[in-house]
């Protein structure tokens, strides 16, 4: 196994009522005394990264582990897109370079286990990779490399479950939502969520949300209920949740071209662009953050499923690299950070730019206009019109349409599929949807049939 550095990291079981274990590990000792109903938690360390040690856990009996390692671990949760192994194939399409990585992946310092199966955990190698979370390997080795230190990736996954199933029968309440309605609500956190608590981690990775697509006000409320608890759960206000938007959902051969200024935009509820606005004003919590990849293509047909996990990796490992390890990366790509209207202009400023702003096309070549704004009239924000963008400045841009004398409510990748949204940062890294809170406000108030394309 591998166990979290620089913290005291929590061992637990059961022993007769008063029975006091004792934990030693790598020159450590902690002990604990069992309760009334026989269980006990000590808490060891804080430990330095390295290994391989051996824990001795000692009461009535002696029970040995061994070739235990610390360093980072990180707990991966989700659907489909956190679940999908190594080896998965779809009308025949796998992977970006899936055998070839899984043929690679020998790395006995870098460790993996996938809660509710029995094997437990595993040394990372070619045989237990490819049936591991594609992007939960694709995170931790990117991880490994960058820090050279033992990681180890507990994976949590299941294909079609909505966010109802991963929090707990306390989040539920306070959700309003009874358990006891429908068996499903808490599945997962019964049989995979709840008895990886308080395993010490440095943080959770989450994709999910597909199912919830359709009521994204709603999903706003459920996750930020879920992170909230399972801070509590795990005993940790500022353990880090970093999270992926939901990619395109549209089935896609190719990019499409950008609709032309002045066309209708039409924002409709029941997209995956409004729940992916519901995540990024998810951000609004401390200590998260929010990996784009609605540029990645779904050039499969398989709609909601990007093959390209090596990106998806790699870009959730810089969130972690900035936010939770202090390294002088760029983490993410552009995020809203202020809008302010001038005369028939709507100027933008973002965060998370490097090096500056940069409008490219699919080559990765700069343009000059960015594609992706639309703009609503003042007082009239439903009214939603395709728009023009250009970049003035490192952190700025600038939206204008000549359809509407005085703007009200801006918008970026409004569409389902907004591949063809071309705003990025010095790193190559996307920008995100946003919505500014004036249409937000119609928006949700309006009825969902009211809306569509």
Known sequence: MVLQRNMKVPVWGTARPGETVTVKLAGKTAAARADAAGRWEARIGPLDAGGPHEMTVTGSKVVTFRDVLIGEVWFGSGQSNMQIPMCWKLNGNGLYNAEKEIAAADHPQFRLRTMGWGGGWQACTPKSVKNFSALGY??????????????????????????QVYMSPEALEKAGTAAGRNKTKGQEWARKVAPAIPYGVAGVIWYQGEANVGAPEK??????????DWREKWGRDDLPFLFAQLGNTARQIGVPPAPAPGERCRFDP????????SQRRALKLPHTGMMVSSDLPVDDGVAGHPLDKPTQGKRLALLALERVYGKKVVGSGPLIESIEIVGNKVLLKFKGVG????????????VAEVHGFALAPAGNPRNLLWARGKITGKKTVEVWS????????????ADENASWCNLYNSEGLPASIFVSDDYWKAFTTRKPSAAGR
Request: proline share 3%; hydrophobic share 40%; charged share 30%.
């Open 138 to 163: 694709y995170f931790g080795r990117e991880l490994h490399r960058r820090l050279d230190v033992p990681v180890g990736i507990i994976a949590c996954g299941r294909g079609r479950t909505a966010i």
């Open 219 to 228: 999903y706003l409320g459920l996750f930020t209920i879920l992170i909230e």
């Open 270 to 277: 029941r997209s995956t662009a409004a729940t992916r606005e």
């Open 355 to 366: 090096e500056g702003l940069a409008a490219r096309d699919r080559e990765g070549k700069e």
């Open 402 to 413: 000549e359809a509407i004398g005085q703007p009200g409510a801006v918008l970026y990748g």
